[in-house]
Nanobody, 124 residues
Framework: QVQLVESGGGSVQAGGSLRLSCAASGNKPDGMGWFRQAPGKEREGVIG????????SIADSVKGRFSISRDKEKNTLYLQMNSLKPDDTAMYYC???????????????????WGQGTQVTVSS
C-alpha cells in the first residue's frame, strides 16, 4: 500500500505559479504521476515519472510550463506549475504504482494508489 497526500493548491491569477506537493508513505512506489480533472471533464494525465530512472513524461498541454521534482528524503514529489492559464483550473491528483501492467504514463489504470486531490483555480 502507498498513501499519498497532496497539498499546495489554491487560487492564482493567469500567468502565476503554484507548486503542488505529494507526500508518499508506506511501500515505495516505482512510478508516480499527476492527473487533473476539471468539472464535467474526464481525468487526464499531466506528468508521469519513474522514480528509478527519472524518466519523465509531460503532456503536451502543459509542456514548457509544468515540471516535476522530487525530494527523496521527504518522499515527496512536487509539481511546479508556471504560466498558469484558466484552462489549468482543475482538481489535481497524485498517483502512484508499485507493480502491475503498464499502460502508459497518462493512463489511470497504470496507477493503483491515489491521493485525495488538491484544487487549483486560475482566474483570468
Amino acid at each position: 500500500q502507498v498513501q499519498l497526500v497532496e497539498s499546495g493548491g489554491g487560487s492564482v491569477q493567469a500567468g502565476g505559479s503554484l507548486r503542488l506537493s505529494c507526500a508518499a508513505s508506506g511501500n515505495k512506489p516505482d512510478g508516480m504521476g499527476w492527473f487533473r480533472q476539471a468539472p464535467g471533464k474526464e481525468r487526464e494525465g499531466v506528468i508521469g515519472y519513474f522514480l528509478g530512472s527519472g524518466v519523465t513524461s509531460i503532456a503536451d498541454s502543459v509542456k514548457g510550463r509544468f515540471s516535476i521534482s522530487r525530494d527523496k528524503e521527504k518522499n515527496t514529489l512536487y509539481l511546479q506549475m508556471n504560466s498558469l492559464k484558466p484552462d489549468d483550473t482543475a482538481m489535481y491528483y497524485c498517483a502512484a504504482r508499485t507493480t502491475g501492467q503498464w499502460y502508459g504514463p497518462f493512463e489511470m489504470k497504470s496507477y493503483h494508489f491515489w491521493g485525495q486531490g488538491t484544487q487549483v483555480t486560475v482566474s483570468s
